[in-house]
Structures are given as C-alpha cells and as structure tokens.
C-alpha cells in the first residue's frame, strides 16, 4: 500500500543500510528486513502469448552470507546464478541470463532477438507472497511466489491469456440493449463487455459484471462547461466567482461515438494486469474496501504505463477519455451540475447528490483504514470515517454510468487549461494553448518523454481530473467542477475510467 505520509517523514523514519560488494553478491539498501527475502521460494511464472503462453514452475533460492545477498534460479532451462540482486522497501530485483551458462551452445536467433541475453525480475514481498513481472526483450511474464513455509497463499485473480482478446475490436462483444433514465433524459444504449476485464474476474462467456461492461456512447454535440445561470446560484450560495472562472467559456462540442466504462476502473481489474506495465498490484491506500473499490492512489503516468502494458500484450485500444467526452457522457444530456437534474446546496451535503454519488457527506468507510474526520479539514463532514466505496451502488445516469460523480476522481488526456478560451470545437483532447504548469510537489514531467520524471524544476503540463471524490463537499461534485494536477500526482481521491475509440469490426445492434 502506498503511503500518503510526507516524503520527508518516509525520509527521517526509513532505515537504510549500505553495503558494497563483487560478483554475485550485488549492494543492497535495507528499508525491510532482509530476512523477508532469504529463503526457498516457489514461483509461477505465467508468459504472455507473445513470449510463448508458458506457465513454468521455478526455484528461488536466496541466502545471506557475509551481509549479502546471494542466490540461484532454477528453471527449466538450468540453475543460473542470481544477479544484480537487490532488496530495498520491500521489493526484490534480480536478473539471470538467458540460457544456462554451463551450456556451450549459442541462444538461438529467436531468443537473441524476442528474449534476449538477460531476463529481468521484480517482485513485491509482503508476509511470504511475492507478486511482480518478468521481462525479457519483448514480451512479459506474471510471476508469483510463495515461500516455504510461510502459510501465504495465492491471490484469487486471474490474468487473461492474450487469446481472449484479438485485434480490431473483438476485444467488446456485445451484451444487450439498455434505457436508462434520469434528470429528465432516457436514452437506450448499447453495452458491451471487454473479454480481457472479463478474463481477469474469472468470469465465463456468458456471465458478465458491471465493472466490465461499457456503454457505446452516441455521437452528439453539447455545451461544455458552466452556464452563466449556475454560476450565478453558486455565487449566491458563497461560492467565488473567480474559483469557477476555468468552467468558462461554456462552448460547444461535437463529438464521434466512443466507448466508455460503465463503472471506475477496480482494485480487482488494475491488479490483474498491472504487471504488464510495470506498476504496483496494489497501490491502493483503501486496500481493505475491497476489490470492487475503485483502484487509487494512481498517477496520470502510472495510468499510462498501465494502459500501454495492456494494448500492446492484448490489442484493446484502451485509453483515457478526452474532457469533452468525460464531460458529454457524464451529462448524458442533462444540463444541471447533477446528471439527475438537482443542484448543490448552500451545506457541505445534498440530498439531490446523495442518490447518484459517493461523497463527504455519505462516504462512510465501513472497513479498518478510513479516513477519521474528527480533528481534519473534514472535521464538518457528517460522516465519521470516510472512504472510497465498491463501484456500482449509486443510481447511473441517463447513459448507464455510476459513479461519474463522486467516489474518485477520474483523468482525462488533456493537459490542463485555466479556462477554455481557443478550445477545440471536437471531441479530441485538447493538448495545445496556454497550459498550466506542474510543479515539482505534483510530479512534473517532460514534454517530449511524459513517462520519464524531471528531477529539477522544470514546468509541464497539469493534467485534468473530473468528477469530484468520497472527500469532496456537495459544491465541488459536479460534472462542470475540474481539478488540475501534474501527471506524477497520487492521492487517494484519484482514480481512473477507461474509454476506446470505437474499433472497425465492432458489431451490435443497429451496427453493421
């Protein structure tokens, strides 16, 4: 779990020990107990079809000797020698060559060019289980290890093999017809299921779960942003009016047809695939919620990576929704600040609000880890221990989506705008214009390399995140509110939900 303590209380408590050495036995800085790694370890190492589809059993062995770590992997190809081998805050790295280097014959072709030389190991070590990814040249393999005699056991997801998906769309199926209705709008709507979120619950071709279900958003246009008549009630209700000037000019936006997930992208969903980017399984600061709360605390970034790692084994064409589109499916038509047609009220709670979203005034945590109101900024909040909630319990709106309002809040592509003066007039992200900066509290990155972290000062584009959060007050949860971060930013108010563009070959009714 990620910590969302200063870095510089992580800093003073963390302690750190150094040690040099040759060969095998590599330096290690000790932030756990180097105990945690040492011993016999059995893990299951699943590749993904592009490296083969294999599932193999293999041997870690890990020792100590003289204050170093040393040790050996034995695999179906041999017993090679650990190398680059590293324990630091709970996580072991190591690497191993290729083929056995007993062996005097040559690494085929093949293996030169999709395996390479060396293969690299990472894995997260918490009360005997070891959770991470394998990498070579090309392609990855999921590797999870229990330890001799420490009584873990191993997690109950899954991860798809990439032929439950194919290219061109055939990764959404569809499900049925749907009307939904709310705020005064009723549409019917296509749905859809993502065969790879499926695969990850476990779930047969024919069940389904609305965490992995999408609706087909229509093509439409509407206005975007804050009419002149809800700025003036908020006004009226105490809110400054300079604080609402980035919901201005309100425009409007024509938009294609996409895809959008019906709920925010679960802790069960991101950990099933997470090491296909390279990311933690379990980031989430509200772990204890349970799988079907949505995953946070995650970056713009990490949402990134973690989509790159699944379209490029599975071939989905996930990705972020632009703001227009978040904005136009979370409306669903309506043009009141709530999808079901009611209004903030002047208090930090709402009835109207109360229906539709998780929020400040009913986030109620349920389970150990909440967030204890008395003595915070939210000491005025009804609620005693606040918290994410499992996805899907609120009334959806008029195109079938629960939770656009409240509970996390969700990123979207574009870079974040002060206002929306020189937006475009589509349904595309708007990545020009004047942009507001990042700073190094919110994870600034660079322009041309978004996935490689600036250490100096340097400015780049925020990000923008919609929807409002379970810590947000009744004001500040509506589908015009917009909330800018630079894109390393974690909190654990923030989550994701994921669109596509609609793929050729896609089929349903009334598509041909």
Not at 59 to 65: A, D, E, G, K, Y
Not at 485 to 502: E, H, M, Q, Y
Request: with cysteine; glycine share 12%.
């Amino acid at each position: 779990m990620r910590t969302l303590l200063p870095i510089l209380f992580m800093t003073l408590c963390a302690w750190t020990t150094a040690a040099s050495a040759t060969g095998n036995a590599i330096t290690y800085k000790r932030a756990h107990p180097v105990e945690d790694a040492v011993g016999e370890w059995t893990l299951r190492t699943e590749r993904d079809a592009i490296s083969g589809g294999l599932v193999t059993t293999e041997t870690l062995r890990i020792n100590l000797n003289d204050r170093h770590l040393v040790g050996t992997l034995t695999t179906p190809g041999g017993v090679k020698p650990l190398q680059d081998l590293v324990y630091q805050r709970g996580k072991l790295t190591w690497s191993v060559p290729t083929k056995d280097p007993s062996s005097n014959e040559p690494l085929t072709e093949r293996q030169l060019i999709m395996i390479g030389p060396t293969l690299h190991y990472e894995g997260t070590i918490h009360n005997g289980l070891m959770q991470g990814f394998m990498r070579g040249h090309f392609g990855v393999a999921q590797i999870t290890g229990i330890r001799q005699g420490s009584g873990a056991s191993l997690p109950d997801y899954t991860v798809p093999a990439s032929s439950e998906a194919a290219l061109s769309g055939e990764d959404f199926t569809w499900l049925r017809e749907e009307t939904f209705k709310a705020g005064g709008q009723s549409h019917t709507v296509q749905i859809y299921r993502s065969k790879v979120l499926a695969a990850v619950l476990g779930l047969s071709p024919t069940e389904t779960d609305v965490s992995v279900e999408f609706v087909l958003v229509p093509a439409g246009s509407f206005l975007m942003g804050s009419s002149a008549e809800v700025q003036d009630r908020m006004v009226e209700m105490g809110r400054r009016r300079a604080l609402l000037k980035d919901e201005s000019p309100q425009h409007r936006r024509r938009l294609d047809a996409f895809l959008m997930a019906r709920t925010e992208l679960t802790q069960d969903l991101w950990r099933g695939l997470a090491h296909l980017g390279g990311q933690p399984r379990s980031p989430s600061f509200f772990e204890n919620a349970g799988g079907r709360a949505p995953v946070e605390p995650v970056s713009w970034t990490e949402v990134q990576q973690w989509l790159l790692g699944v379209n490029a084994v599975y071939g989905t064409g996930l990705r972020l929704p632009s703001e227009a589109e978040w904005e136009y499916a979370a409306r669903a038509g309506v043009e009141a600040p709530y999808y079901n047609g009611g209004f903030p009220s002047g208090s930090l709670a709402s009835e109207d609000l109360d229906p539709i979203a998780w929020y400040l005034g009913n986030s109620r945590a349920d389970y150990d880890g909440g967030i204890r109101t008395a003595g915070t900024t939210y000491g005025q909040s009804p609620v005693a221990v606040m918290g994410s909630q499992p996805v899907g319990l609120k009334l959806p709106n008029a195109f079938g989506l629960h939770d656009v309002l409240g509970n996390v809040l969700e990123w979207c592509e574009d870079i974040a705008h002060p206002g929306y003066e020189g937006a475009p007039q589509d349904g595309g992200p708007w990545t020009g214009g004047a942009w507001i900066a990042g700073n190094i509290a919110n994870g600034p990155m660079t322009p041309d390399d978004p996935l490689v972290t600036v250490q100096d000062g340097t400015q780049v584009p925020g990000r923008v995140r919609r929807g409002g959060s379970w810590r947000n007050v009744a004001q500040n949860t509506r589908v015009e509110m917009r909330s800018f971060r630079g894109p390393n930013f974690v909190d654990a108010n923030t989550g994701v939900r994921l669109a596509a563009s609609i793929p050729d070959g896609l089929v349903g009714a009334g598509i041909r």
